[in-house]
């Protein structure tokens, strides 16, 4: 079981950046599936990016294509997601979660499930005003 604890949310204007964090203990993340979610108000929780890292390969829902990118800094067990060009639209609840294995079963992907995931953050906010 890996424990996790998010932070670097805040409250920012549209355009602006900010860099979430998500500090894991309990395991080395090695093989893992980690990956971001996102819950805005009375919305479901949806998928943002995910990362294998055993070979660090990434994935992103179209929404937040080349503007969010996710990374793992394995001497610190801390992932990351850069967050760029920030939208109001983007205002939400942030999540971590991990899962041991891969990020996909064959060609069905599993990253962004959220009941493929064993372990969650408490999360944290990031709003952003027009």
């Known amino acids: 079981q890996v424990h996790l604890v998010e932070s670097g949310g805040g409250s920012v204007q549209a355009g602006g950046t900010l860099r979430l964090s998500c500090a894991a203990s309990?395991?080395?993340?090695?093989?893992?599936?980690m990956a971001w979610f996102r819950r805005a108000p009375e919305k479901e929780r949806e998928a943002v990016a995910g990362?294998?890292?055993?070979?660090?390969?990434?994935d992103y829902v179209d929404s937040v294509k080349f503007r969010f990118t996710i990374s793992l800094n394995n001497a610190k067990n801390t992932l990351y997601l850069d967050m760029d060009s920030l939208k109001p639209e983007d205002t939400a609840m942030y999540y971590c979660?991990?899962?041991?294995?891969?990020?996909?079963?064959?060609?069905?992907?599993?990253?962004?499930?959220?009941?493929?995931?064993?372990?969650w953050g408490q999360g944290t906010q990031v709003t952003v005003s027009s």
């Open positions: 979660a991990a899962r041991p294995g891969y990020c996909y079963s064959g060609t069905r992907s599993l990253w962004n499930r959220k009941n493929s995931f064993n372990d």
């Open positions: 309990g395991s080395p993340l090695s093989r893992y599936c």
């Open positions: 990362i294998y890292t055993g070979d660090g390969s990434t």
